[in-house]
């Protein structure tokens, strides 16, 4: 396998502190190393929301599959996320997209966003999943009086494509509704929701497997080969040979697994904390007690969110390296960002702190398709730090692809690409500075 980050990020350090890991350890998720000559219909290389969720539609369809994860299922960022199962999946904005694909694709596109929560929340039901949802909707805050304008701008633009009513909240009304902070107002979509992604994703789990789905765990796929009918993926302990191949891998994805993704992703770090439960009077001293889901209008945003069992969770988009010095640097960058944030829990303990990878695209939109000149060979990938949703929706799609039928769900235009290279090949993270950089000018302006 050849990654673009060093082998830390890759390793056990930046996940050890997930809060996650206490709600559903990591026993519980194992699986044994696939071992010997293996065969199936369809390969699924990766154990997440996309690749479960795939496993669990081929199974139940009838097909023999065969999923290889090269921790153990979840390891990656479907295990180690915020929980937010909300609108998203690409970082391009409707004027982007209107002008790359057209308006009915733009407006199929937006579409697909409130179907991606649909389907999650069919499969909790469907399933009997208890993920510890809460949150009616998706509250988002402005950080600034511009981006308060253009919120309100914006939200004419809510109903008609999700065909639900926003509710606008001025700065005067945060307080009352338990979102106190250095907002200067917001809007709330009544659509999505939260949830622990680990129970999520360990029922996903037990649903592909009592399908019939094989999961394997601490097998990395170390080469693809194409035979005349066959893909043969090769392992540490043996071969899986399978007539057809879904890549699922994401922002953990190798240059060479297959060569073709070499370039057309960009994993990116993401920072979490989960405090210790909060007091009601400590939810008082600060103006949350709302259940809310919520993030703000910054493009380096931050993301926060009141759980169920009265811990709070705080993330943030950055961190450009990865070593035992720069996850010491993000703790402490991300704990400045809470205290900054909500100064009344500056003295609460946060004992839990990670990170993981999210995944980009040249394109700023996501990929659900087949790989160019792999007949048989399909990838889903980069959902710009919302894989709950859209992650789980393309691996639905990718089932019915890998299964040689037009997908039953909408299968919007903006995800069948191409996916594009980005620049610099191996050392594209290069552009990675240059673009914080201006985020942060533009959210400090903004």
């Known amino acids: 396998m050849r990654r673009i980050f060093s082998d830390h990020a890759y390793g056990p350090a930046p996940v050890q502190g997930s809060y996650w890991a206490e709600t559903v350890p990591d026993e519980t998720l194992m ?57 998203g999946g690409a970082k391009a904005d409707d004027a982007l997209l ?162 073709w993704m070499a370039a057309r992703y960009m994993p990116a770090q993401s920072s979490v904390l989960v405090t ?29 969110r009141l759980m169920p069992d009265g811990r709070f969770l705080f993330g943030r988009r950055g961190g450009l390296t990865s070593s035992a010095g720069a996850d010491r640097a993000a703790i402490r960058t991300t704990r400045a960002h809470f205290d900054a944030m909500f100064p009344a829990w500056a003295k609460v303990e946060t004992p839990y702190n990670w990170s993981g990878m999210v995944c980009l695209s040249a394109g700023l939109v996501p990929f659900c398709g087949p790989i160019p000149n792999m007949p048989g060979a399909f990838a889903g990938f980069a959902y710009h730090g919302n894989g709950v949703a859209m992650g789980s929706y393309a691996g639905a799609l990718l089932a019915d692809l890998a299964l040689g039928k037009a997908p039953q769900r909408r299968y919007p235009r903006v995800m069948q690409g191409p996916a594009k290279r980005f620049p610099l090949g191996r050392f594209r993270r290069a552009l990675m500075p240059a673009i914080y950089a201006a985020a942060g000018v533009r959210d400090r302006l903004h």
């Open 31 to 87: 699986r044994p190393p696939a071992t010997g000559d293996l065969r199936s219909d369809v390969a699924v290389i990766g154990a997440g929301f996309t690749g479960l969720s795939a496993a669990l539609h081929l199974a139940k369809a009838g097909a023999d599959v065969i999923v290889l994860d090269a921790q153990h299922p979840g390891w990656g960022a479907s295990g180690r996320n915020g929980g937010f199962c909300c609108l």
């Open 276 to 304: 210790r439960p909060l007091s009601e009077d400590e939810k008082q001293a600060a103006g949350w007690t709302s259940a809310q889901m919520a993030f703000d209008s910054r493009y380096l945003l931050h993301y926060f």
């Open 98 to 259: 209107r002008r790359r694909f057209g308006e009915p694709a733009r407006a199929d596109w937006r579409r697909t966003e409130a179907d991606a929560i649909k389907l999650v929340d069919d499969l909790l039901q469907t399933h009997g999943i208890n993920a510890d949802t809460h949150s009616n909707g998706e509250t988002l805050l402005a950080h600034s009086p511009a981006a308060l304008r253009e919120i309100e701008t914006g939200s004419a633009n809510v109903n008609r494509d999700y065909g639900v009513t926003p509710t606008l909240h001025d700065a005067k009304d945060l307080e009352g509704l338990g979102l106190s902070g250095p907002f200067h107002g917001g809007i709330t979509v009544p659509l999505g929701f939260g949830l622990n992604p680990r129970k999520y994703l360990s029922g996903l789990l037990k649903a592909a497997e009592a399908a019939g789905a094989r999961v394997f765990g601490t097998s990395p796929v170390t080469s693809v080969t194409e035979g005349s009918d066959t893909h043969g993926l090769g392992l540490p302990k043996g071969r899986v040979l399978a007539k057809r191949l879904v890549l699922a891998t994401n922002g953990y994805s190798s240059e060479n697994v297959p060569d």
